[in-house]
């Protein structure tokens, strides 16, 4: 039986091997935009600022007012929803500098059924662009297309007039080698599948002349590990907290000013042993172990901790301006970056661009477009409280 290899052409990607412990690009950045000392973790693309509005704040969005995409940010803010149905997709051509094909893709879909109550659904996809496979004499054998995707269903629930909780399901499917790539070499490669949960909360005060603070806290990817061979170990889904908070000022009738901040720290562990990444331990002994396992001690354990600052003005509520800034510690994925954009709304419509202002020699990630086209519908929900 012949060996099969993969042969890249016109800068296709380099395909996740499980051993590696990430997605990685031709250069050795991995799928999120991260450099190899980060912590590491299979399917990356789950905490990928995948919208607009976020995506020109720093990546910030657990606090922020809710809209369809807080499936993403932080789902319990559902259940604040003003109309009874939003509807948004959003697109990004991804670490296009190195690739030119890769991208995420997103859908996000909410339904108050009462005035306490939603129900949200979203669907986010990761293409990794094609690849031509060779055999070993280099004949072709056609393209591959290699591809992650993650389904989610949540329900949101406020609980009086200011808090609400979130639970969310998810279903995760990674793509990323094909099946014929291990035959002959004594391992059976295949797709990678995991279940995982979300929980979250949200809570608002507002205080003043129309003006608010908000908190929100978002635990998500708890589940199974995933795995991409029947003779390997399974690996550590990126479980993840996210904190935030926001205040909000109207300023005056038509001027608006939303100030805020997110927290970030992945729940995995942060050693590595012999195959360069730890396997050998249960996911909620990894989560517990996150807080406590860095080698240099408490020192490091908040080197771990991204932070997201980020601003919005609003006119009139009609045109908005954003910016922010994402930073990741050198030792730690050294992710940093200025985030800029806009946004219109006309009528039902909102449409939302964001740029990812870096230097292409420092960050993978640099011009980095969001596009992010959404709808609010239905109506309102005037339903009595249950």
Do not use: C
Not at 8 to 16: A, E, N, Q, R
Not at 78 to 100: G, I, K, M, Q, T
Not at 265 to 294: E, Y
Not at 346 to 352: G, H, L
């Amino acid at each position: 039986m012949k060996f099969f290899t993969f042969h890249h052409i016109t800068y296709s990607v380099l395909l996740l091997l499980p051993l590696a412990g990430f997605a990685q690009t031709p250069s050795g950045t991995n799928t999120n935009g991260s450099n190899t000392s980060a912590i590491p973790v299979q399917v990356p693309f789950l905490n990928i600022a995948p919208d607009s509005r976020s995506g020109a704040m720093g990546e910030a969005g657990v606090a922020i007012s809710p809209d369809v995409n807080a499936n993403f940010w932080n789902p319990s803010k559902l259940a604040f929803l003003e109309s009874n149905d939003a509807l948004s997709v959003s697109y990004s051509p991804w670490l296009r500098h190195l690739v030119p094909d890769i991208s995420l893709s997103y859908l996000s879909y909410a339904h108050k059924l009462s005035d306490r109550n939603t129900f949200g659904a979203s669907l986010r996809y990761f293409n990794y662009g094609s690849t031509q496979l060779t055999d070993n004499t280099a004949n072709d054998l056609g393209t591959y297309t290699p591809n992650e995707f993650s389904l989610d269903a949540t329900f949101a629930r406020k609980f009086g007039e200011n808090f609400s909780l979130g639970l969310t399901m998810r279903y995760i499917h990674s793509s990323i080698s094909s099946i014929s790539f291990s035959q002959g070499t004594g391992q059976v490669d295949k797709a990678g599948n995991a279940v995982a949960a979300d929980v979250s909360l949200y809570y608002k005060a507002p205080y003043g002349n129309d003006n608010l603070f908000a908190f929100g806290a978002h635990i998500s990817n708890i589940g199974s590990k995933i795995s991409y061979s029947d003779v390997q170990p399974s690996y550590f889904l990126p479980a993840n907290l996210k904190i935030g908070a926001a205040n909000t000022w109207n300023l005056d009738d038509v001027n608006q000013l939303t100030v805020t901040v997110d927290l970030n720290k992945l729940l995995v562990p942060t050693g590595r042993d012999s195959t360069g990444v730890i396997t050998d331990v249960s996911v909620p002994s990894g989560i517990f172990r996150s807080f406590t396992d860095a080698r240099g001690g408490f020192s490091e354990e908040l080197k771990e901790i991204s932070i997201s600052p980020g601003i919005e003005y609003w006119y009139n509520q009609q045109f908005a301006l954003r910016a922010g800034y994402f930073y990741e510690n050198p030792s730690k994925g050294d992710r940093h970056y200025l985030t800029l954009g806009f946004g219109m709304k006309y009528d039902i419509f909102n449409f939302d661009f964001s740029y990812l202002a870096a230097s292409q020699q420092s960050s993978a990630l640099a011009n980095t477009l969001r596009f992010t086209l959404s709808a609010n519908f239905g109506g309102t929900t005037n339903a009595s409280k249950r």
